[in-house]
Structures are given as C-alpha cells and as structure tokens.
C-alpha cells in the first residue's frame, strides 16, 4: 500500500496498473548447503560445490588439473590470484584458495549480477523487458519526434539504448557527479568523454541527470556504447517499478539465493548507491558463489540466461567504446547480450573454441561462461568425454594488484591457459595449447594436491 501511494512520485505508472505485482511461483530453490558436500577439499568450506572432482577422478584428469595448477602459479607470482572453474555439476577446480577471502574491486564484473537481477524481475513479472523507460519515468520523453522516447529496459541491458556519455565541452563535469572515463586503452590520457556517476544521488535523480546531460546520439538499437548509463536508466525503471534500492535488491534476488548467500559483496565504502555497472567490492568466494549459482539455474530460468547470453546487436550498425567508434559488429568478438560481452574469437579473454559470455574488469580479472546451449538443452547430445553439456564456467580474480595496466597486460593469458585447459579436461580432446606428462606430477591421485 505505501509503495502505491508514493507511485507518481517515483515516476511510475498510475496506481491502478497493478499486474506488474503478480508474483507466479517460484522458481526451484536453489541447493541448500547441506547439500553441498565438501569431503574432496581439504578445507572443508562450504562454498567448494558438489563433489565433482572425486566423481571425475580418473588419472589422466586430475594430471591436466595439477599441471593447471602449476602453470598458473608460475604465470602469476608473486600476485594474489584465485582461479575457480567448474560446469553444470559444481565446482571443479579452484587455485590460490588462501585468498579467496580477500576483497578486491571486481569492476566490471558486476555488470552480469545487475543483468540477473533484472531477469530474475522480469520472470516475476514485476517489470518488462520490452517495457519503455516512459512506461516507469514520467519525466521521460513521449513524443514520436525524439527517439529517446523509444528506449526500453531491453537496450539498456545491451547497451544499445543510445546513449554516449558526456562530452568533454560540458561546464565543470565534476559538478554533474560524472567522472572521466580515462580507464581505456590506449586512450588512456587523452580520451575526451565522461560518464554518469551519481555517488550520491538515488535512482530516479541519476536518470534525470543521464537524460539532461548525457547525449543521445542514435536511435535506440542502431549504436552500441560502452557506458555504465544505460544500467543507471534500468534501475530508475526498477527502482520506479519496485519502490527498492538496489542494494536491497539485490541482497533479495541474487545475494540471499546463492548457496551459501553472498556476504561480502557490496558498494564502493564513498558511496550512498550501489553502482549497477561498476565500482563495487567483493570477494573471490562471493564471487563463485555468484556464477557457480548464475550458471546452472539457481537464479534465474534456462530461458532467461539463454536470453542473456545470445546476440544482442542485431542492428547495430556503429559500436563505440569510450569515444572511440568502430564497424558495429566486428567479425565474431566486441558482441555483445545483455550484460556480458560475446566472443568467438583469439583477441578476447575466451572465445578460442566456440562462443563465449565474458565480463572483463578493469584490474585485469575476468568472469568466463562457455556454454553450448543445444548440448545444455539436451537437443544435442554431447561428445565431449568428460561432460554432458558441453560447457564450462571459470573465473580469474587478481587480489590486490591494482597497476591496471601492468595487471592487464600480465594476466591477460591465464584467460586463455584455463580455457585450454578446461577444454582438454572436459572434452577428453587434444588441445594445441596443452601438454601434459603424468609421469612429471607427483601423487595426482591425491585431490587434495589441488588448490
């Protein structure tokens, strides 16, 4: 009832249009921690998944897993780094597990969780995907003349809602709560373009601020670019659509329904808003729990993640990343679904072997999802000999070493060394990239040698 009364404040719909609050059924429940057993880590904590490597234990594996093991390390001391991987039964793998505990800005990273949040939304039918920002904010445009009237909660989920950022010729950015997007390569001092920040102001007021001061350079869906400015109109219409912040929102839709929930994740200390693109601080294990339960339908439907995950610039004719304009879709990477990027491609962090969902941090870490959705369904059977659906997730933290340059550049091909691997592990076939020798690797009967 309160909520209602305060509609037309937050911008919403009129009080009447009460059918976005129909909640149909839950989904299943995610797994329960009792039923994560953990007699297979020699720590015993609960956020290790289910007792994959002891079921996938033959030699041959569990050599390719310990030589993983000692090629990361070798690639990565003497920095903090924590490596997990794992597929539609849990967790298969994890590397630098004494620092799984620590905080680390994940960046980017939290671009997905802010996806699922709204997917999990839509499922619940409190807001709609296809849904126009004016349906949520009356003081966005309506008129059939201005194409910003036309932008939905689809595109800004795919960055293509039109929007661009903040030119350099703007009056005193600062004063607008925006920032200097000087984070790109190799632009890195000379890039001339800024985004929305909003520390401290909430949902509606940020949209407000992205609308007045933000260009609008195409018609939604034509031009894909790289701006935080698109979430930030997505959770105005979430937030107009539930009366929530989104810390609260997230804290009941993806933190509270992992298993175990997530405790460690949340806004950068300075601000009074979560960030729904960035600037957020977690933990490696959170962030496990995170995509271990994103990737295997613990919190949102099959349906939903396959949307997420698919092509999302159809007609995107003219991409731009931080100011700098290229072909829309350059031939199988710089794609894009609704959150993660999409690659098949060497030049990006995954993508060697099939396509690939990826979320890139500034500070050189990576979350990877490698899924083929026909062998997932089981429309296709999968050939792969040490899986059944053909796909893999991973993800690599860098804990702490914050030189993001230097950080990208050294740990841009552990990316691909785990790919390698996972694939050579999973599919039980040759990799170029992997060679291995059991003879050279002590007790690889014992999981315990695996970090």
């Known amino acids: 009832i309160d909520r209602l009364a305060d509609w037309a404040e937050r911008g919403g719909v009129e009080p009447n249009h009460t059918t976005h609050f129909f909640v149909p059924e839950e989904l299943p429940p995610v797994l329960s921690e009792d039923a994560k057993t953990c007699s297979n880590w020699t720590d015993g904590s609960l956020d290790c998944g289910s007792e994959v490597l002891k079921t996938l234990g033959d030699n041959e594996s569990l050599a390719l897993f310990e030589e993983l093991r000692y090629q990361l390390a070798s690639m990565t001391s003497p920095h903090k780094v924590v490596v997990h991987a794992g597929d539609h039964r849990g967790l298969l793998f994890r590397f630098g597990s004494q620092y799984r505990h620590e905080h680390l800005s994940i960046a980017s990273e939290m671009k997905p969780m802010t996806a699922v949040l709204v997917m999990r939304l839509v499922e619940l039918g409190v807001i709609g995907l296809d849904d126009k920002a004016n349906q949520w904010l009356n003081f966005w445009p309506t008129q059939a003349s201005d194409s910003r009237s036309y932008v939905t909660l689809r595109h800004c989920l795919a960055f293509t809602s039109g929007f661009y950022g903040i030119p350099d010729n703007v009056y005193n950015v600062s004063a607008l709560d925006a920032f200097p997007a000087d984070l790109s390569v190799p632009q890195m001092h000379d890039i001339n373009w800024y985004e929305m920040r909003c520390d401290t102001i909430n949902p509606r007021r940020c949209a407000m601020a992205v609308l007045k001061h933000s260009e609008h350079i195409a018609a939604p869906g034509s031009v894909w670019t790289y701006t935080g400015d698109h979430f930030r109109i997505a959770i105005a219409m979430v937030y107009a659509a539930t009366g929530k912040n989104l810390v609260h929102l997230l804290r009941e839709h993806v933190f509270d329904r992992t298993a175990p929930a997530m405790h460690h994740t949340a806004p950068y200390t300075y601000l009074e808003y979560f960030d729904p693109a960035s600037r957020t601080l977690s933990t490696p294990s959170d962030y496990q729990r995170f995509i271990d339960a994103y990737f295997r339908g613990q919190l949102i439907s099959n349906k939903s993640l396959e949307i997420i995950e698919q092509d999302s610039q159809a007609f995107t004719q003219t991409r731009i990343f931080k100011g700098v304009s290229d072909i829309g879709r350059p031939v199988d990477h710089g794609l894009f679904g609704l959150g993660w990027w999409r690659s098949r491609s060497t030049k990006t962090l995954c993508g060697q072997y099939h396509f690939c969902n990826f979320a890139p941090s500034h500070y050189g870490s990576v979350a990877v999802i490698e899924r083929k959705w026909p062998e997932w369904h089981g429309v296709k059977t999968c050939s792969w000999a040490r899986s059944s659906s053909c796909s893999f997730y991973f993800h690599f933290q860098n804990v702490g070493f914050l030189d993001s340059e230097a950080a990208k550049e050294l740990f841009r091909p552990v990316s691909h060394l785990i790919e ?32």
């Open 420 to 451: 390698d691997y996972m694939m050579q592990i999973l599919s039980g076939r040759t990799v170029v990239n992997v060679t291995y020798n059991v003879s050279n690797i002590s007790n690889i009967s014992n999981i315990s040698n695996i970090s």
